[in-house]
């Protein structure tokens, strides 16, 4: 770590960078928790690494002091904007800051490969986040990304389980989860009112894309739209569901919780075939 560098407190203060709940800030001041978390993501020689929402650089000094090439950082809030400069100028050439909206952003245009994330992500757009990047997933080699405990557990969640979902299915179909670390509120400022969980994500080699990613989305929205329902109902939106069913050889009385992920992908190519 470079000397010299005021406190991540001292910083908010300077900058007036108290946290704003419209922008889900919390955030993660404890240097240790923050490398613990760089580390989580494996050894960093030669990888750029996107960091959304860093917010007045905690995790940001924690990635830089990593053998990293390249750290971009994407900041939606001006104050954490001015923040970060000073951090940039202690590291010349290693930190870049972007404004802007992360949502409206391809990691493939920031990011030389090999192309890693590793983000504490506000709260209020994570999920949109995670679904955009698992559309490209093929172009990251992983992705280390903290969310509210609850949404990590169904990113994470087996078949059959009260948390499995659309979005642990997505998750799952493109990359090998794993839960990480879980954090209390009282290691954020201010502290959420759940605890909170950093997952690991490496996408799997095969990349189904566009096309089938399309067909996934509209298979499991259908699904777990109604998840009480069985999935011959349930898929009704999609056209023939019995057609559907039958072509993929699972039960029309089944529910979407109870088909695993190697089965959604067999629903999910049919679809794709039957146009």
Not at 200 to 225: I, K, N, Q, S, Y
């Amino acid at each position: 770590m470079v000397d010299g560098l005021p406190s991540l407190r001292e910083t908010i203060a300077r900058h007036g960078l108290e946290a704003r709940k419209a922008l889900g800030q919390h955030f993660l001041l404890d240097p240790a928790l923050c490398a613990r978390i760089a580390m989580a993501a494996g050894p960093m020689e030669g990888r750029q690494v996107l960091e959304v929402g860093p917010g007045p650089g905690g995790l940001t000094r924690a990635l830089l002091a990593t053998a990293a090439e390249k750290v971009v950082a994407v900041e939606l809030d001006r104050r954490a904007v001015a923040a970060l400069a000073e951090l940039a100028a202690a590291y010349p050439g290693r930190l870049e800051i972007i404004e802007g909206d992360a949502l409206k952003l391809d990691p493939k245009v920031l990011l030389a490969a090999p192309r890693r994330i590793v983000a504490n992500l506000p709260y209020n757009v994570g999920t949109p986040l995670l679904v955009g990047w698992l559309r490209q997933a093929a172009a990251l080699e992983s992705m280390t990304l903290m969310f509210q405990q609850e949404v990590a557990e169904r990113i994470t969640a087996a078949p059959g389980t009260e948390a499995y979902g659309r979005l642990g299915v997505l998750a799952q179909w493109r990359c090998r989860c794993t839960l990480l670390l879980t954090l209390p509120p009282g290691a954020f400022s201010p502290p959420p009112k759940v605890w909170s969980a950093v997952v690991g994500l490496v996408p799997h080699a095969e990349d189904p894309g566009p096309a089938l990613f399309a067909a996934m989305e509209r298979l499991t929205a259908a699904a777990f739209g109604q998840r009480r329902k069985m999935l011959r109902g349930a898929l009704k939106s999609l056209g023939d569901a019995e057609g559907l069913l039958a072509a993929a050889g699972i039960a029309g009385e089944r529910r979407a919780e109870t088909l695993t992920i190697a089965e959604f992908d067999r629903l999910a190519r049919t679809l794709l075939d039957r146009g």
